[in-house]
């Protein structure tokens, strides 16, 4: 069973950039697609970036398109999202999650979570 954990999160001024990575554990984490979510305060959870099992294929939230980068090494499993240009409503928990199936923008599509990192931007 893959196991994952993020770590990377922290308070920074808009404009600025922050790295989050996902570690995870298990020895098929290379069959997984993996996606970031985030969720603000009173909000639901929602897509922000997506990678295929295979890194060759990715997709993003227009909200944070030209801004933020996913990117893959499975030969350390490990999926990093590299966040530019932060706004302050990029404010949230940020949470990467993995899915057996193909890469997918929905939630419930996602078996296994990472316990969340919280990313502050402020203004």
């Known amino acids: 069973q893959v196991q994952l954990v993020e770590s990377g999160g922290g308070l920074v001024q808009a404009g600025g950039s922050l790295r989050l990575p996902c570690a995870a554990s298990?020895?098929?984490?290379?069959?997984?697609?993996v996606g970031w979510f985030r969720q603000a305060p009173g909000k639901g959870r929602e897509f922000v970036a997506g990678i295929l099992w295979s890194g060759d294929s990715t997709y993003y939230a227009e909200s944070v398109k030209g801004r933020f980068t996913i990117s893959r090494d499975n030969a350390k499993n490990t999926v990093s999202l590299q966040m530019n240009s932060l706004k302050p409503e990029d404010t949230a928990v940020y949470y990467c999650a993995a899915s057996i199936a193909t890469m997918t923008t929905t939630a419930r599509s996602y078996n296994v979570w990472g316990q969340g990192t919280q990313v502050t931007v402020s203004s």
């Open positions: 298990g020895r098929t984490f290379n069959r997984y697609s």
